[in-house]
């Protein structure tokens, strides 16, 4: 179902402090902190994952994750590794609808990659229908794996999908070739990962307007009107990027813009300085940070703000309306 943005960019006089979540559209897990980001094979295994400083999909200085398997028995046997962190979460209400990430077989063997998800308080486990075979040659490709009932499989427990994508507790990423499987494949592997995060059907989702999610805030930053404080949510579901359209208030039927605010991102909050002069209308408008924006939201009649064209600043190119939200 998707949801109406009707009052998108009207100016206020509060702000609001936006939470953080969980799962959350426009996050990345690219290992250039250094760290793992809390991947793990779990406390026993003598072969966790690790983060590599170089060699990743953009090439030297480019961080990615290395997880290794013995095969044969017992703990790091398995080529498998999963995350409670900042994976676990209820993926419906961030948006999420897939996740994609890139990856490189540096072993000697065809691995099957698949995805898997446990949720419903631990007690319910579905995992990838379908692998995607990734040849031992060292080469990094890219993975997009879905989250429907056809794209996932129940591999134990009596919840159903639905019941687990709002509980998600644990994401693991993993090897499985005789089909769908929660355990992962014994073998001795090494796997490469990088730039894991989660996609969302349709184009960037509309900023929440209050009828869902809490709506856009703005206050003066200074006397003169010439700094504005911007808050916005992005808890109730998140777009790689946003960026601010405005125009005359003279010109507000028409929303003819005059310029906009480039990669404002994604913190929820904003000082738009050097406001040009004048009175003015504006919006806070979601991108994935590569051409394409989302709704601007919808007026009283349910119909698209500016239609289906793109407003061509901040090198956008394209348009897409159908992002929802949540």
């Given at each position: 179902?998707?949801?109406?943005?009707?009052?998108?960019?009207?100016?206020?006089?509060?702000?609001?402090?936006?939470?953080?979540?969980?799962?959350?559209?426009?996050?990345?897990?690219?290992?250039?902190?250094?760290?793992?980001?809390?991947?793990?094979?779990?406390?026993?295994?003598?072969?966790?994952?690790?983060?590599?400083?170089?060699?990743?999909?953009?090439?030297?200085?480019?961080?990615?994750?290395?997880?290794i398997?013995?095969?044969?028995?017992?703990?790091?046997?398995?080529?498998?590794?999963?995350?409670?962190?900042?994976?676990?979460?209820?993926?419906?209400?961030?948006?999420v609808?897939g996740?994609?990430?890139?990856?490189?077989?540096?072993?000697?063997?065809?691995?099957?990659?698949?995805?898997?998800?446990?949720?419903a308080?631990?007690?319910?486990?579905?995992?990838?229908?379908t692998?995607?075979?990734?040849?031992?040659?060292?080469?990094?490709?890219?993975?997009?794996?879905?989250?429907?009932?056809?794209?996932?499989?129940?591999?134990?427990?009596?919840?159903?999908?639905?019941?687990?994508?709002?509980?998600?507790?644990?994401?693991?990423?993993?090897?499985?070739?005789a089909?769908?499987?929660?355990?992962?494949?014994?073998?001795?592997?090494?796997?490469?990962?990088?730039?894991?995060?989660?996609?969302?059907?349709?184009?960037?989702?509309?900023?929440?307007?209050?009828?869902?999610?809490?709506?856009?805030?703005?206050?003066?930053?200074?006397?003169?009107?010439?700094?504005?404080?911007?808050?916005?949510?992005?808890?109730?579901?998140?777009?790689?990027?946003?960026?601010?359209?405005?125009g005359?208030?003279?010109?507000?039927?028409?929303?003819?813009?005059?310029?906009?605010?480039?990669?404002?991102?994604?913190?929820?909050?904003?000082?738009?300085?050097?406001?040009?002069?004048?009175?003015?209308?504006?919006?806070?408008?979601?991108?994935?940070?590569?051409?394409?924006?989302?709704?601007?939201?919808?007026?009283?009649?349910?119909?698209?703000?500016?239609?289906?064209?793109?407003?061509?600043?901040?090198?956008?190119?394209?348009?897409?309306?159908?992002?929802?939200?949540?």
């Amino acid at each position: 179902m998707k949801i109406p943005a009707r009052y998108l960019g009207m100016a206020v006089l509060l702000l609001a402090w936006t939470p953080s979540g969980a799962v959350t559209l426009g996050q990345v897990d690219d290992f250039e902190d250094g760290t793992v980001m809390g991947w793990t094979e779990g406390a026993v295994s003598p072969n966790p994952p690790t983060n590599q400083f170089s060699g990743g999909p953009a090439g030297a200085g480019d961080n990615y994750l290395r997880n290794i398997s013995s095969g044969g028995g017992g703990a790091g046997s398995r080529l498998v590794m999963f995350n409670q962190a900042q994976w676990a979460g209820d993926y419906p209400a961030a948006g999420v609808t897939g996740i994609e990430f890139q990856m490189a077989n540096f072993g000697a063997t065809t691995l099957h990659l698949r995805i898997a998800i446990q949720g419903a308080s631990f007690t319910t486990w579905y995992a990838s229908t379908t692998a995607v075979a990734l040849p031992a040659d060292g080469v990094w490709y890219s993975a997009s794996f879905g989250l429907t009932t056809s794209d996932l499989t129940n591999v134990g427990g009596l919840a159903s999908l639905a019941d687990v994508l709002v509980s998600v507790d644990t994401l693991r990423i993993l090897s499985a070739s005789a089909g769908p499987n929660w355990q992962g494949d014994a073998i001795a592997a090494i796997l490469g990962i990088d730039n894991i995060q989660p996609t969302s059907a349709g184009g960037p989702p509309p900023v929440p307007d209050g009828a869902f999610g809490s709506p856009l805030l703005a206050s003066r930053g200074n006397l003169a009107g010439s700094v504005i404080e911007l808050s916005w949510d992005v808890s109730t579901c998140q777009a790689t990027d946003y960026h601010v359209l405005f125009g005359s208030l003279t010109n507000v039927a028409g929303l003819g813009i005059d310029g906009g605010v480039c990669s404002i991102g994604t913190a929820g909050s904003f000082t738009w300085s050097s406001v040009a002069a004048g009175d003015l209308w504006f919006l806070v408008v979601g991108d994935d940070g590569a051409g394409t924006e989302g709704s601007w939201g919808t007026d009283s009649d349910v119909a698209h703000r500016g239609g289906t064209t793109a407003s061509g600043v901040c090198a956008i190119i394209d348009r897409d309306n159908e992002g929802t939200c949540p």
